[in-house]
Structure formats: C-alpha cells, structure tokens
C-alpha cells in the first residue's frame, strides 16, 4: 500500500459545499446558483503540515488552531462562490471584513452561551450571601454543575439550530462529507452510489472532538478550588490548549481502534450527537461532497481534477486510493480533529 493511501482525509461541511482537508492541500467544492460545481485546491501552510504534527499534545493545539483558520477561510469562500451567479459578471464576492465580522460576533455569543453563562450560573448558586438559593459549599460539585449546565446548553442549542432551513442544508453536506470519507476509507470508488451505502456519523467528526472537549472540562475543573469569579474565568481560558490537546489524543485513541469495544465506547457518545448534526444529504449534496475528496486527492497526487466528472455512476479518479492510518497510528478526522484535519 502506497505512502498516500495511508493517509486519512478529513474536513468540514461549509455553506453549499464541503471542504476537505487533504496531506498537502485543502480542497473545497461548492455547488453555486446554475447548479454547476465550483471546485478549487490550495497548497496548506508549512505550519500545519509540519513535524509538530506528531508530537503528542502539542499537535491537539496545532490541530484546533488550523480547524479555527481553513473553517474560517472556507466559510468565507463557500459563502463568496454559493452566492455568485456565474453569468453575471457584476457581481462580487463576500467582503472578508463582512465575514471576519460575523465570525467575531458568532465567537462572542458563543463564549456568552457556553462559557460564562454556566459560570455565572455556578457563581450564583455557590454565593452564600444570597438568600433563597441552595448554597454549594463544594468546589468539586459545583464545577461539575457548570460542565452539565455547559453539555445542556450544546445539545439544546444544536438541537434548535437544526430546525432552520438553511442549517439542515449544512447538516446535510455535513452527512455527505462523512459518507464521502466512509466511502474512500472501504476503498471503494467514490461513486453516489457507493456513498449511499454509508452512515452519516463518522467515529473521528469534529462534533465528536467538541462532545470530548467539554467531557474533558468537566473532569479537569471538578478538581479545581473555588477561586474568584476573576480567576475562574482565567483558569478556563487558559487550560483550553490543556483540554483541547487531552481530547484530541482521546479521539485519535478511539479513532484507530474502531474494530475493538474500547474504541467503540469512547465513540459512541459522539456517535449518538451526530444525529443531530448530520442529515441524509441528497445526490447533488453527495456530487460535491465527492468533488471535494477527489479534488484533495488529486492534488495531493500531483494531478489536475475535473469536478466536472462527477456523476451518479462514476468520477475523475474512480476511487482509486484507499484511506488507511499512517504508519505513525495517526487517526484522521471525517470533519475534525486528526492528524490531518481539524474539527468543523
């Protein structure tokens, strides 16, 4: 088995489309307004294709932060390109201001939702001064209360989001993107049909990676003393990288050992989210997320790719190349944190 068929392609669903995180490039497919395929790959930066890679913990930190960056840079140009009718020639793409701006303001409600929410929360119930409320003497229970308060509060919101039109199309390339990656880990061509053979969940989805995250949190902050307001929301941020590259090392553990009960039992749980962040996507859905695969393939094999090929019954590379682990038992992410793909 060849160097490059070991190697475990990941990405992220974007709007319209799918990005997929390859060895040495990022591939995205878009489908835009005539209903044609817009397809590109670029070359990723040396940071995130380096040896830190393999350094344990570190690389979990490395990994998050090149899931923050191409996510971003890909929503960006999903968003651009679904919005462009190709037969007008005056219209523009997205202005990155525009996008960075929604990006920030998304940043900001989500640290309000699930992070200082569940500590004011705790904060609250752990002040004696404040009559009619049960007093919590203890540091480990009430930190336990805010990592609950924190799981709720991710499942009710995915669970609300997704009755939003426009996010179950996301859930749906979502679904596509993790049967695309099923598909190419059996080694079979990267075909719609073969693609509908499979499951939407995914055991190394970037859904998963955050399930742990906050799992992860819990058990790190249950130890904790109960410090100042101030102090408790320093220590969260700065043990995020402690937490993020924990988790990351979890999900490549269950990741690779898929076939055992061990492997099984830590993926469940992110397994079971799934369901609600995956949707059956529909064959133009599938279309492109088999432009993206094949497009990050290509590159990385020094060849040109035609998205233009892709149909019901066949595609550009016909599914030759079959997606291992690496040799270096590196577990890659269908949509999220691997060796060499990040969370969505």
Not at 110 to 121: A, D, E, Q
Not at 181 to 191: M, N, Q, S, Y
Request: proline residues 6%; charged residues 20%.
């Amino acid at each position: 088995m060849s160097d490059q068929s070991r190697f475990n392609y990941g990405g992220q669903a974007v709007i319209e489309g799918v990005m997929i995180r390859g060895r040495q490039y990022m591939s995205l497919a878009v489908r835009r307004q005539d209903g044609t395929i817009f397809q590109e790959s670029e070359p990723l930066n040396s940071l995130f294709t380096g040896g830190i890679r393999r350094i344990p913990l570190l690389r979990g930190t490395v990994v998050l932060l090149e899931t923050l960056l191409l996510g971003m840079k890909a929503l960006n140009k999903s968003a651009s390109m679904a919005a462009i009718d190709p037969e007008d020639d005056e219209q523009q793409e997205i202005s990155s201001w525009f996008m960075a701006g929604a990006v920030a303001l998304s940043l900001a409600l989500g640290i309000s939702i699930f992070f200082m929410g569940p500590l004011l929360i705790v904060q609250y119930l752990i002040d004696p001064h404040i009559e009619g409320v049960p007093y919590i003497p203890s540091a480990q229970l009430s930190n336990l209360i805010e990592g609950a308060i924190r799981l709720i509060a991710l499942v009710a919101y995915i669970g609300g989001i997704g009755f939003f039109p426009d996010i179950k199309r996301v859930f749906a390339y979502h679904g596509a993107e993790h049967m695309a990656v099923h598909t190419h880990e059996a080694g079979l061509p990267l075909i719609v049909e073969n693609v509908r053979k499979f499951d939407t969940p995914h055991p190394r989805c970037g859904t998963a990676f955050l399930l742990t995250v906050l799992l992860v949190s819990i058990v790190v902050f249950a130890f904790f003393p109960q410090p100042p307001l101030l102090w408790r929301i320093v220590s969260r941020i700065a043990l995020i990288p402690v937490v993020a590259a924990i988790s990351y090392e979890i999900i490549r553990f269950s990741g690779a050992r898929q076939d055992k009960l061990i492997g099984q039992l830590v993926a469940g749980p992110g397994l079971l989210l799934q369901r609600l962040t995956t949707r059956q996507p529909d064959e133009s859905q599938i279309e492109v997320a088999i432009s993206a695969m094949e497009g990050a393939v290509a590159a990385d094999q020094g060849r040109e790719y035609r998205p233009e090929a892709v149909t019901a019954s066949g595609s550009d590379s016909g599914g030759d190349s079959i997606i291992d682990e690496e040799a270096t038992g590196s577990v890659e992410s269908a949509d999220g944190p691997a060796e060499n793909s990040g969370p969505e």
